[in-house]
Protein backbone atom coordinates (compact mmCIF):
# COMPACT_ATOMS: atom_id res chain seq x y z
CA UNK A 1 0.00 0.00 0.00
CA UNK A 2 2.88 2.67 1.00
CA UNK A 3 4.44 1.53 -2.46
CA UNK A 4 1.10 2.61 -4.19
CA UNK A 5 0.75 5.80 -2.60
CA UNK A 6 4.24 6.44 -3.57
CA UNK A 7 3.65 5.77 -7.42
CA UNK A 8 1.01 8.30 -6.94
CA UNK A 9 2.38 10.63 -5.29
CA UNK A 10 5.02 10.79 -7.77
CA UNK A 11 2.71 11.11 -10.66
CA UNK A 12 0.39 13.87 -9.41
CA UNK A 13 1.96 15.98 -12.12
CA UNK A 14 -0.27 17.94 -14.13
CA UNK A 15 -0.42 16.64 -17.89
CA UNK A 16 1.13 19.88 -19.12
CA UNK A 17 4.21 20.25 -16.48
CA UNK A 18 6.77 19.21 -19.01
CA UNK A 19 5.80 22.88 -20.75
CA UNK A 20 5.94 24.89 -17.48
CA UNK A 21 8.06 27.71 -17.29
CA UNK A 22 11.00 27.17 -14.13
CA UNK A 23 10.31 29.23 -11.20
CA UNK A 24 12.29 32.48 -10.87
CA UNK A 25 13.59 32.86 -7.02
CA UNK A 26 12.02 36.06 -5.50
CA UNK A 27 14.49 37.43 -3.08
CA UNK A 28 17.62 36.07 -1.86
CA UNK A 29 17.93 32.39 -2.71
CA UNK A 30 18.85 30.20 0.00
CA UNK A 31 21.18 26.44 0.00
CA UNK A 32 17.76 24.62 0.47
CA UNK A 33 15.87 26.53 -1.94
CA UNK A 34 18.30 26.10 -4.29
CA UNK A 35 18.02 22.50 -3.83
CA UNK A 36 14.93 22.39 -3.68
CA UNK A 37 14.25 23.86 -7.12
CA UNK A 38 17.35 21.87 -8.87
CA UNK A 39 14.85 18.75 -7.86
CA UNK A 40 11.89 19.95 -9.29
CA UNK A 41 13.64 21.92 -12.55
CA UNK A 42 16.43 19.46 -13.17
CA UNK A 43 15.76 18.32 -16.44
CA UNK A 44 17.22 15.00 -15.85
CA UNK A 45 14.34 14.98 -12.69
CA UNK A 46 12.01 15.82 -15.24
CA UNK A 47 12.50 13.29 -17.92
CA UNK A 48 12.37 10.40 -14.56
CA UNK A 49 8.41 11.79 -13.85
CA UNK A 50 7.57 11.76 -16.97
CA UNK A 51 8.98 8.12 -16.95
CA UNK A 52 6.94 7.38 -13.93
CA UNK A 53 4.20 8.34 -15.60
CA UNK A 54 4.65 6.27 -18.50
CA UNK A 55 5.16 3.31 -16.26
CA UNK A 56 2.17 4.10 -14.89
CA UNK A 57 0.60 3.64 -18.41
CA UNK A 58 2.13 0.52 -18.34
CA UNK A 59 0.04 -0.48 -15.39
CA UNK A 60 -3.11 0.32 -16.72
CA UNK A 61 -2.74 -1.84 -20.02
CA UNK A 62 -1.51 -4.73 -17.89
CA UNK A 63 -4.47 -3.89 -15.59
CA UNK A 64 -6.81 -3.82 -19.20
CA UNK A 65 -5.93 -7.79 -19.97
CA UNK A 66 -8.11 -8.23 -16.59
CA UNK A 67 -10.83 -6.26 -17.50
CA UNK A 68 -13.94 -6.80 -19.63
CA UNK A 69 -13.80 -5.68 -23.55
CA UNK A 70 -16.85 -5.01 -25.66
CA UNK A 71 -17.34 -3.79 -29.22
CA UNK A 72 -20.03 -3.53 -31.48
CA UNK A 73 -20.52 -3.59 -35.11
CA UNK A 74 -22.24 -2.99 -37.97
CA UNK A 75 -22.77 -4.21 -41.21
CA UNK A 76 -24.73 -4.09 -44.92
CA UNK A 77 -23.75 -6.92 -47.37
CA UNK A 78 -24.96 -7.47 -50.99
CA UNK A 79 -24.40 -11.07 -51.77
CA UNK A 80 -25.32 -14.00 -53.87
CA UNK A 81 -24.55 -17.74 -52.86
CA UNK A 82 -24.03 -20.89 -55.07
CA UNK A 83 -26.04 -23.50 -53.90
CA UNK A 84 -24.10 -26.09 -55.40
CA UNK A 85 -20.84 -25.58 -53.73
CA UNK A 86 -22.48 -27.37 -50.76
CA UNK A 87 -22.66 -31.15 -52.05
CA UNK A 88 -25.99 -31.69 -51.07
CA UNK A 89 -29.11 -31.74 -52.85
CA UNK A 90 -31.96 -29.07 -52.35
CA UNK A 91 -35.03 -30.08 -54.10
CA UNK A 92 -36.56 -26.69 -56.44
CA UNK A 93 -33.17 -25.50 -55.42
CA UNK A 94 -29.65 -25.42 -57.63
CA UNK A 95 -27.31 -22.86 -59.00
CA UNK A 96 -26.83 -19.79 -58.06
CA UNK A 97 -29.05 -17.28 -56.16
CA UNK A 98 -30.43 -13.51 -56.77
CA UNK A 99 -28.26 -10.89 -55.27
CA UNK A 100 -30.09 -10.11 -52.26
CA UNK A 101 -28.94 -8.60 -48.55
CA UNK A 102 -28.28 -8.72 -45.32
CA UNK A 103 -28.78 -6.18 -42.35
CA UNK A 104 -26.17 -6.90 -39.15
CA UNK A 105 -26.32 -5.67 -35.64
CA UNK A 106 -23.57 -7.15 -33.30
CA UNK A 107 -22.48 -6.72 -30.10
CA UNK A 108 -19.72 -8.79 -28.86
CA UNK A 109 -18.22 -8.96 -24.56
CA UNK A 110 -15.53 -11.04 -23.16
CA UNK A 111 -14.24 -11.00 -19.35
CA UNK A 112 -11.01 -12.67 -17.92
CA UNK A 113 -12.53 -14.65 -15.10
CA UNK A 114 -9.22 -16.36 -13.82
CA UNK A 115 -5.84 -16.01 -15.77
CA UNK A 116 -2.77 -16.43 -12.94
CA UNK A 117 -0.07 -15.32 -15.53
CA UNK A 118 -1.99 -12.35 -16.59
CA UNK A 119 -2.56 -11.36 -12.64
CA UNK A 120 1.46 -11.66 -12.27
CA UNK A 121 2.25 -9.62 -14.95
CA UNK A 122 -0.09 -7.11 -13.46
CA UNK A 123 1.40 -7.38 -9.82
CA UNK A 124 4.92 -7.22 -12.14
CA UNK A 125 4.07 -3.76 -14.09
CA UNK A 126 2.77 -2.34 -10.26
CA UNK A 127 7.00 -2.96 -9.25
CA UNK A 128 8.16 -1.71 -12.11
CA UNK A 129 5.97 1.78 -11.77
CA UNK A 130 6.91 2.20 -8.00
CA UNK A 131 10.75 1.36 -9.16
CA UNK A 132 10.41 4.38 -11.59
CA UNK A 133 8.86 6.54 -9.09
CA UNK A 134 11.57 5.71 -6.97
CA UNK A 135 14.15 6.64 -9.72
CA UNK A 136 12.60 9.69 -10.19
CA UNK A 137 12.85 10.55 -6.45
CA UNK A 138 16.52 9.68 -6.81
CA UNK A 139 16.81 11.94 -9.55
CA UNK A 140 15.58 14.98 -8.35
CA UNK A 141 17.74 14.04 -4.86
CA UNK A 142 21.12 13.86 -7.54
CA UNK A 143 19.76 16.98 -9.47
CA UNK A 144 19.35 18.93 -6.07
CA UNK A 145 22.48 17.98 -4.83
CA UNK A 146 23.99 19.11 -8.34
CA UNK A 147 22.09 22.06 -7.75
CA UNK A 148 23.39 22.59 -3.93
CA UNK A 149 27.18 22.14 -4.91
CA UNK A 150 26.27 24.69 -7.65
CA UNK A 151 25.28 27.00 -5.19
CA UNK A 152 28.53 26.59 -2.81
CA UNK A 153 30.86 27.12 -6.01
CA UNK A 154 29.07 30.35 -6.21
CA UNK A 155 29.37 31.27 -2.88
CA UNK A 156 32.77 30.79 -2.89
CA UNK A 157 33.52 32.11 -5.89
CA UNK A 158 31.89 35.56 -4.39
CA UNK A 159 33.44 34.79 -1.00
CA UNK A 160 36.90 35.18 -2.97
CA UNK A 161 35.79 38.02 -4.48
CA UNK A 162 35.31 39.92 -1.20
CA UNK A 163 38.41 38.46 0.10
CA UNK A 164 40.55 39.97 -3.14
CA UNK A 165 38.76 43.14 -2.63
CA UNK A 166 40.02 43.13 1.10
CA UNK A 167 43.48 42.18 0.11
CA UNK A 168 43.34 45.50 -2.41
CA UNK A 169 42.73 47.51 0.22
CA UNK A 170 45.31 46.50 2.27
CA UNK A 171 48.19 46.60 -1.20
CA UNK A 172 47.15 49.99 -1.59
CA UNK A 173 47.67 51.10 2.24
CA UNK A 174 50.71 49.34 2.28
CA UNK A 175 51.87 51.02 -0.85
CA UNK A 176 50.90 54.43 0.14
CA UNK A 177 52.85 53.86 3.36
CA UNK A 178 55.56 52.69 1.28
CA UNK A 179 55.56 55.96 -1.15
CA UNK A 180 55.84 58.28 1.99
CA UNK A 181 58.21 55.98 3.67
CA UNK A 182 60.78 56.20 0.46
CA UNK A 183 59.68 60.31 -0.15
CA UNK A 184 60.97 60.85 3.79
CA UNK A 185 64.39 58.84 2.76
CA UNK A 186 63.70 56.39 5.07
CA UNK A 187 62.74 53.68 3.01
CA UNK A 188 65.03 52.90 -0.29
CA UNK A 189 63.00 53.14 -3.82
CA UNK A 190 63.08 49.16 -3.95
CA UNK A 191 60.17 49.00 -1.46
CA UNK A 192 57.58 51.05 -3.15
CA UNK A 193 58.40 49.22 -6.25
CA UNK A 194 58.26 46.16 -4.74
CA UNK A 195 54.47 47.24 -2.83
CA UNK A 196 53.16 48.18 -6.94
CA UNK A 197 54.06 44.76 -7.95
CA UNK A 198 52.12 43.40 -5.26
CA UNK A 199 49.23 45.67 -5.55
CA UNK A 200 48.96 45.06 -9.08
CA UNK A 201 49.46 40.93 -8.38
CA UNK A 202 46.31 41.82 -6.03
CA UNK A 203 44.55 43.42 -8.70
CA UNK A 204 45.22 40.68 -11.33
CA UNK A 205 43.94 38.22 -8.58
CA UNK A 206 40.59 40.42 -8.42
CA UNK A 207 39.68 40.19 -12.01
CA UNK A 208 40.48 36.83 -11.76
CA UNK A 209 37.96 36.31 -9.25
CA UNK A 210 35.24 38.31 -10.36
CA UNK A 211 35.50 36.25 -13.67
CA UNK A 212 35.21 32.97 -12.02
CA UNK A 213 32.23 34.65 -9.95
CA UNK A 214 30.19 35.43 -12.80
CA UNK A 215 30.98 31.80 -14.57
CA UNK A 216 29.55 30.05 -11.34
CA UNK A 217 26.47 31.96 -11.35
CA UNK A 218 25.84 30.97 -15.37
CA UNK A 219 26.53 27.07 -14.04
CA UNK A 220 23.93 27.64 -10.95
CA UNK A 221 21.63 29.29 -13.18
CA UNK A 222 21.93 26.17 -15.93
CA UNK A 223 21.29 23.53 -13.10
CA UNK A 224 18.22 25.87 -11.91
CA UNK A 225 16.90 25.56 -16.04
CA UNK A 226 17.11 29.60 -15.79
CA UNK A 227 18.20 31.64 -18.52
CA UNK A 228 21.03 32.77 -18.67
CA UNK A 229 20.39 36.16 -17.68
CA UNK A 230 18.71 36.08 -14.66
CA UNK A 231 19.41 37.63 -11.42
CA UNK A 232 19.92 36.00 -8.23
CA UNK A 233 21.09 36.81 -4.91
CA UNK A 234 22.75 34.11 -2.62
CA UNK A 235 21.04 34.25 1.03
CA UNK A 236 23.82 32.26 2.67
CA UNK A 237 27.50 32.34 3.73
CA UNK A 238 29.94 29.59 3.87
CA UNK A 239 29.54 29.23 7.72
CA UNK A 240 29.03 25.67 9.13
CA UNK A 241 25.47 24.43 9.41
CA UNK A 242 23.81 22.10 11.55
CA UNK A 243 23.75 18.59 11.48
CA UNK A 244 21.09 16.25 11.53
CA UNK A 245 22.74 13.36 10.89
CA UNK A 246 24.24 9.72 12.25
CA UNK A 247 27.92 10.57 12.44
CA UNK A 248 28.81 7.06 13.11
CA UNK A 249 30.25 5.24 10.16
CA UNK A 250 28.18 2.02 10.78
CA UNK A 251 24.83 4.15 11.83
CA UNK A 252 25.40 6.09 8.94
CA UNK A 253 25.63 2.70 6.67
CA UNK A 254 21.99 1.49 8.52
CA UNK A 255 20.83 5.00 7.56
CA UNK A 256 21.71 4.74 4.39
CA UNK A 257 20.26 1.25 3.54
CA UNK A 258 16.52 2.16 4.77
CA UNK A 259 16.72 5.67 3.15
CA UNK A 260 18.48 5.97 -0.02
CA UNK A 261 15.57 5.59 -2.74
CA UNK A 262 18.28 4.27 -5.48
CA UNK A 263 18.12 0.94 -3.30
CA UNK A 264 14.37 1.42 -3.08
CA UNK A 265 14.19 1.29 -6.65
CA UNK A 266 16.52 -1.97 -7.16
CA UNK A 267 14.42 -3.78 -4.54
CA UNK A 268 11.41 -2.66 -6.43
CA UNK A 269 12.56 -4.08 -9.79
CA UNK A 270 13.78 -7.30 -8.18
CA UNK A 271 10.25 -7.86 -7.24
CA UNK A 272 9.33 -6.79 -10.79
CA UNK A 273 12.00 -9.55 -12.00
CA UNK A 274 10.61 -12.14 -10.01
CA UNK A 275 6.65 -11.61 -10.27
CA UNK A 276 7.47 -11.78 -13.64
CA UNK A 277 9.03 -15.36 -13.52
CA UNK A 278 6.03 -16.13 -11.68
CA UNK A 279 4.04 -15.01 -14.64
CA UNK A 280 5.53 -17.67 -17.04
CA UNK A 281 5.34 -20.03 -14.92
CA UNK A 282 1.69 -19.73 -13.92
CA UNK A 283 1.40 -20.13 -17.83
CA UNK A 284 0.83 -23.70 -16.99
CA UNK A 285 -2.30 -23.19 -14.98
CA UNK A 286 -5.47 -23.86 -16.95
CA UNK A 287 -7.36 -19.83 -17.50
CA UNK A 288 -11.11 -18.88 -17.54
CA UNK A 289 -13.02 -16.86 -19.43
CA UNK A 290 -16.41 -15.73 -20.30
CA UNK A 291 -17.54 -14.48 -24.02
CA UNK A 292 -20.57 -13.86 -25.58
CA UNK A 293 -22.45 -11.52 -28.45
CA UNK A 294 -25.81 -10.23 -29.37
CA UNK A 295 -26.55 -10.07 -33.15
CA UNK A 296 -29.95 -9.01 -35.26
CA UNK A 297 -29.28 -9.89 -38.65
CA UNK A 298 -32.12 -10.06 -41.55
CA UNK A 299 -32.52 -8.90 -45.47
CA UNK A 300 -34.29 -5.60 -44.12
CA UNK A 301 -33.52 -3.45 -42.04
CA UNK A 302 -36.47 -2.77 -40.37
CA UNK A 303 -37.29 -6.67 -40.34
CA UNK A 304 -34.53 -7.95 -38.10
CA UNK A 305 -34.13 -10.94 -35.87
CA UNK A 306 -32.09 -10.75 -33.18
CA UNK A 307 -29.89 -14.06 -31.66
CA UNK A 308 -27.27 -14.76 -28.83
CA UNK A 309 -24.45 -16.42 -28.25
CA UNK A 310 -22.60 -16.99 -24.77
CA UNK A 311 -19.57 -19.25 -24.23
CA UNK A 312 -17.67 -20.27 -21.05
CA UNK A 313 -14.07 -21.61 -21.79
CA UNK A 314 -11.84 -23.34 -20.16
CA UNK A 315 -8.31 -23.24 -21.70
CA UNK A 316 -5.67 -25.80 -20.54
CA UNK A 317 -2.00 -25.47 -21.78
CA UNK A 318 -0.27 -29.17 -22.93
CA UNK A 319 2.37 -28.16 -24.86
CA UNK A 320 4.28 -25.34 -27.01
CA UNK A 321 6.92 -26.73 -28.07
CA UNK A 322 9.01 -26.31 -24.56
CA UNK A 323 8.69 -22.47 -25.56
CA UNK A 324 7.52 -21.64 -21.83
CA UNK A 325 10.39 -24.03 -19.98
CA UNK A 326 12.78 -21.91 -22.01
CA UNK A 327 11.78 -18.41 -21.12
CA UNK A 328 11.43 -19.71 -17.47
CA UNK A 329 15.24 -20.69 -17.35
CA UNK A 330 15.75 -16.91 -18.98
CA UNK A 331 13.81 -15.03 -16.57
CA UNK A 332 15.58 -17.07 -13.89
CA UNK A 333 19.10 -16.14 -14.91
CA UNK A 334 17.55 -12.42 -15.47
CA UNK A 335 16.46 -12.96 -11.65
CA UNK A 336 20.49 -13.71 -10.53
CA UNK A 337 21.53 -10.85 -12.49
CA UNK A 338 19.02 -8.39 -10.81
CA UNK A 339 19.87 -9.92 -7.39
CA UNK A 340 23.43 -9.30 -8.28
CA UNK A 341 22.60 -5.77 -8.94
CA UNK A 342 20.68 -5.43 -5.92
CA UNK A 343 23.36 -7.06 -3.89
CA UNK A 344 26.43 -4.29 -5.15
CA UNK A 345 23.98 -1.41 -4.61
CA UNK A 346 23.58 -2.29 -1.17
CA UNK A 347 27.93 -2.56 -1.04
CA UNK A 348 28.13 0.28 -2.80
CA UNK A 349 25.09 2.65 -0.62
CA UNK A 350 26.78 1.33 2.68
CA UNK A 351 30.31 2.59 1.38
CA UNK A 352 29.06 5.76 0.00
CA UNK A 353 27.50 7.03 3.55
CA UNK A 354 30.93 5.31 5.59
CA UNK A 355 32.44 7.43 3.09
CA UNK A 356 30.03 10.56 3.55
CA UNK A 357 30.08 11.06 7.33
CA UNK A 358 34.21 10.56 7.49
CA UNK A 359 34.44 13.13 4.64
CA UNK A 360 32.36 15.40 7.06
CA UNK A 361 34.19 14.65 9.83
CA UNK A 362 37.85 15.87 7.96
CA UNK A 363 35.98 19.03 6.57
CA UNK A 364 35.11 20.35 9.82
CA UNK A 365 38.87 20.12 10.96
CA UNK A 366 39.75 21.72 8.52
CA UNK A 367 37.80 24.40 8.80
CA UNK A 368 38.79 24.88 12.58
CA UNK A 369 42.58 24.70 11.14
CA UNK A 370 41.99 27.05 8.74
CA UNK A 371 40.48 29.44 10.76
CA UNK A 372 43.16 29.85 13.14
CA UNK A 373 45.67 29.67 10.30
CA UNK A 374 44.11 33.08 9.09
CA UNK A 375 44.24 34.59 12.67
CA UNK A 376 47.48 33.64 12.35
CA UNK A 377 48.64 35.51 9.37
CA UNK A 378 46.50 38.67 10.04
CA UNK A 379 48.33 38.60 13.63
CA UNK A 380 51.48 38.76 11.12
CA UNK A 381 50.80 41.26 8.75
CA UNK A 382 50.06 43.47 11.97
CA UNK A 383 53.42 42.94 12.94
CA UNK A 384 54.90 43.28 9.86
CA UNK A 385 53.46 46.77 9.18
CA UNK A 386 53.98 48.01 12.35
CA UNK A 387 57.97 46.96 11.88
CA UNK A 388 57.58 48.69 8.60
CA UNK A 389 55.91 51.49 9.87
CA UNK A 390 59.40 51.82 12.54
CA UNK A 391 61.52 51.34 9.72
CA UNK A 392 63.49 48.53 11.38
CA UNK A 393 61.93 46.06 7.78
CA UNK A 394 61.71 46.49 5.24
CA UNK A 395 58.51 46.14 2.03
CA UNK A 396 59.36 42.30 1.86
CA UNK A 397 58.41 41.28 5.01
CA UNK A 398 55.03 43.30 4.80
CA UNK A 399 54.87 41.77 1.05
CA UNK A 400 55.41 38.02 2.59
CA UNK A 401 52.91 38.53 5.28
CA UNK A 402 50.22 39.92 3.07
CA UNK A 403 50.87 36.80 0.65
CA UNK A 404 50.45 34.62 3.99
CA UNK A 405 46.69 36.10 4.59
CA UNK A 406 45.79 35.87 1.14
CA UNK A 407 46.41 32.25 1.02
CA UNK A 408 45.05 32.02 4.06
CA UNK A 409 41.87 33.83 3.15
CA UNK A 410 41.70 31.47 0.22
CA UNK A 411 42.50 28.22 2.75
CA UNK A 412 39.49 29.16 4.73
CA UNK A 413 37.03 29.76 1.67
CA UNK A 414 37.58 26.36 0.58
CA UNK A 415 37.70 24.92 3.40
CA UNK A 416 34.12 26.45 4.55
CA UNK A 417 33.11 24.99 0.47
CA UNK A 418 34.79 21.91 1.36
CA UNK A 419 32.37 21.32 4.64
CA UNK A 420 29.64 22.62 2.48
CA UNK A 421 30.16 20.10 -0.21
CA UNK A 422 30.26 17.27 2.77
CA UNK A 423 27.32 18.15 4.22
CA UNK A 424 25.49 18.46 0.98
CA UNK A 425 26.90 15.05 -0.11
CA UNK A 426 26.45 13.38 3.02
CA UNK A 427 22.31 14.17 3.07
CA UNK A 428 22.24 13.03 -0.46
CA UNK A 429 24.75 10.04 0.43
CA UNK A 430 21.98 9.52 3.20
CA UNK A 431 19.20 9.85 1.05
CA UNK A 432 17.67 12.39 2.76
CA UNK A 433 18.84 15.61 1.29
CA UNK A 434 15.33 16.99 1.01
CA UNK A 435 15.55 17.46 4.99
CA UNK A 436 19.51 19.60 4.40
CA UNK A 437 18.26 22.69 6.20
Same mark, same amino acid.
Given at each position: ??????????? =?????????????????????????????? /???? *? #??????????????????????? #??????????????????????? !???? $???????????? =???????????????????? !????????????????? $???????????? @??????????????????????????? /?????????????????????????????????????? $????????????????????????????????????????????? *???????????????? +?????????? +??????? !??????? +? !?? @?? @??????????????? &????????????????????? &???? *????????????????????????????????????????????????? @????????????????????????????????????
Amino acid at each position: MRCSLLVLSLV =AVPAGAAAQQPTVPQGPLTLLQAITLGRSQ /GVDA *A #IAALNVRTANARVGQRRADLLPA #IEGGAAYVRQTVNLDEFGIPIPG !ASGV $TDPFSIYRLQLR =ASQTLFDASLIARLRAARDT !AVAAGLDARAAGEIAGA $TTGLAYLRTLSA @QATVRARQADSTIAAELLDQARQLVAA /GVSPAIDATRSEVSFGSVRTQLEVARNAADRARLDLLR $TLDLPSGTKIELADSLGPGPLDLPLDPDSAAGFAHEHRAELAAER *ARTSAARRSLGAIRAE +YLPSLGLSGQ +YQQTGQE !ASNLAGS +Y !AV @QL @QLTVPILDGFRRQNR &VKEQHLRVDIQEIREHDLVNQ &VETE *ARQSVLDLASARQQVAIAEDRLRLAQQELAQAEERFQAGVAGSVETTNA @QGSVIAARDALIQSRVGFGTARVSAYRALGVIDQLH
